[in-house]
């Protein structure tokens, strides 16, 4: 489980994660399921492909990042 952090204060994670997973989500690439540690909200990558490499990891967190700056700009869902 990861949770994506800011150094904010007025930023409501929860919600930030929410929408980072629904633009996952809706960009089809990466399924990520959501769940909730205490009143955290978590999101996990789902890996059904026993070929996962370093590449594909490295361009879901990019695509994380990028969505993750996205919310934070206040920019809407493609």
Known sequence: CFRYTVD???VDLNDLNTDLRNRLIQE?????SRSN???D???RMIVANQNLDRDTLDRFLARVVHHGQEILRGLPAA
């Open 8 to 10: 904010d204060d007025g």
């Open 28 to 32: 089809g690439s990466f399924m990520v």
């Open 37 to 39: 540690i205490g009143d």
């Open 41 to 43: 909200v978590v999101l």
